[in-house]
């Protein structure tokens, strides 16, 4: 074993495969960007194939294989489920599986894991019936959990050489060009599946909506797209927002987004141009409204807001508030109409929004992100992963991305959930290293990092209680009593990866 930089223990086995978290830049480098193979197409060749099995057999792919999805579709998805049915009727076994994301909608995983289908997994996240089955240790193999900026490093470094990927896109021509705001299941920004387009040896669109040629605008586009399929459903639309968009009516909630709205207004980088980016909670999505009335108050608008986008940022937009809005993912239905029609609303990669090898991430010229956490410790760390019970049921997102690049990061969380402190000791697994985060914002006041003696000086006369961290730790401990020690055992089923590729944590089972 050794002790990462994030205080964390990592066995030596993954160290030497993956290397050990030693901060945030350390290891962002020079690299060689990873190839891919490709199969020119004729004149008057058609790439419109009949059925998903016949286009699993045009690939070529075989056992040992790794295929990818995308999540756009989140609880609405149909696309994963079909194409692995069809993979294990097949009778294809250990294949590796590198969705952007999985959702509960995907519980049929568990049985392809079970029956040998599916050996290796990587993803941003886990819910629900899967993330316990993993954590459970029905997989040899740990998963690998990575950041939405770092799977994309993981893809352009070669660290995941996606065989072929199957991309459910709302609409498509006959010859590929591919977007997701046309069809009859809008998904908006496909940011995730550009990536895989563009570096899968070969890949599948599977749509409902075939359009004439040229289809536009183009997301996917015909040069980066082998073989393309019609199906019947590729996911309901209604699945997109499904537990992600929450409007809260919640005293508790509505103060930790009236404090999380003054610390922005009150900071050094609440000035005419600013950039932010909130997240999709409750408490989030407060936030957005509270900043709305203070702009409108103070005369400023945002040069652009950045993130998966709701309707609350397309609100922002369509009022001159906000100049631009910047998505590489839609949480809502208004969103995904928003991108197709406002010229001021741009889709972007994953590559271009976070990803640290990149010639420059979004996340880089953020000003401010609002991001949300199941536990927070005393040395700032955050988890968004696992439950206090230790199992999987989250995902890292753009967590550790948008902390690391922004120039004011804000955690915000009720103090306890329930009868669980939310401020801990230690967190059960870091995502986001305590050195990215700056400001920590619950319902009885602030903790600011010591590191940002600029901030505790700028906020030295708000109008809000502030704490140390660990002030905040024994409240919360006061309140609910100190938490139980989660009984962990000895296999490794998860490792996190850090967004450089480095191992930050792993998960043991329960």
Do not use: W
Request: net charge negative; with cysteine; proline share 5%.
């Amino acid at each position: 074993m050794e002790i990462n930089k994030a205080g964390k223990e990592i066995p030596q086995e993954f160290i030497k495969q993956y290397g050990s978290y030693a901060g945030e830049f350390e290891r962002i480098c020079p690299y060689q960007e990873a190839s891919r193979k490709i199969n020119p197409v004729r004149p008057r060749e058609s790439k419109k194939v009949a059925t998903i099995r016949a286009a699993i057999e045009k690939t070529g792919l075989k056992d040992g294989m790794t295929i990818s999805f995308h999540h756009h579709f989140r609880e609405g998805d149909y696309v994963m489920n079909m194409v692995l049915k069809e993979i294990a009727d097949m009778g294809f076994k250990n294949i590796s599986i590198a969705p952007s994301s999985i959702a509960n909608i995907h519980e049929p995983i568990i049985d392809y894991i079970k029956s040998g289908v599916i050996t290796n997994i990587t993803s941003s996240g886990l819910r629900d019936k899967v993330g316990a089955a993993i954590s459970a240790g029905i997989m040899q193999n740990p998963v690998i959990i990575r950041s939405h900026g770092g799977r994309a490093r993981a893809i352009t470094s070669g660290d995941i050489h996606i065989d072929v990927a199957f991309l459910g896109v709302p609409s498509s021509d006959e010859y590929g060009n591919a977007n997701g705001t046309v069809g009859k299941a809008t998904c908006g920004s496909l940011g995730y599946a550009m990536m895989d387009a563009k570096y899968a040896n070969q890949v599948v669109l599977v749509t409902d909506t075939l359009v004439p040629f040229p289809n536009t605008p183009i997301s996917i586009p015909q040069t980066d797209v082998d073989y393309v399929v019609e199906v019947a459903e590729i996911g309901d639309p209604k699945g997109i927002a499904k537990g992600a968009t929450r409007f809260t009516t919640n005293p508790k909630e509505l103060l930790i987004a009236e404090y999380a709205a003054k610390v922005i207004t009150h900071s050094p980088y609440y000035k005419e141009g600013f950039s932010f980016q909130t997240g999709t909670g409750g408490a989030s999505l407060a936030v957005s409204r509270f900043l709305k009335d203070a702009m409108i108050k103070d005369g400023i608008t945002a040069d652009f807001a950045l993130g998966g986008i709701t309707n609350a940022m397309v609100e922002l937009l369509e009022e001159g508030l906000v100049k631009k809005v910047i998505d590489v993912q839609d949480f809502d239905y208004p969103s995904t109409i928003s991108l197709g029609a406002n010229v001021n609303h741009y889709e972007i990669d994953a590559n271009m929004y976070a990803s640290p090898s990149s010639k420059g991430a979004f996340v880089n010229q953020l000003d401010t992100a609002i991001l949300s956490a199941l536990e927070i410790d005393t040395a700032f760390n955050v988890n968004v992963m696992t439950g206090s019970d230790g199992v999987i049921r989250g995902a890292s997102g753009g967590h550790c991305d948008t902390s690391a690049g922004c120039k004011m990061s804000l955690i915000i969380a009720p103090l306890v959930r329930g009868r669980i402190p939310t401020i801990v000791d230690q967190v059960n697994t870091v995502i986001t290293p305590g050195t990215s985060v700056d400001v920590v914002v619950t319902e009885i006041g602030i903790a600011i990092h010591p590191d940002r003696q600029d901030l505790i000086e700028a906020f030295a006369k708000l109008d809000i209680p502030q704490y140390t961290i660990k002030e905040l730790k024994d409240i919360a401990y006061g309140i609910v009593g100190d938490p139980e020690p989660i009984q962990y055992g000895e296999k490794v089923v998860a490792l996190i990866e850090y967004r450089d590729g480095s191992i930050i944590d792993v998960v043991k089972n329960v």
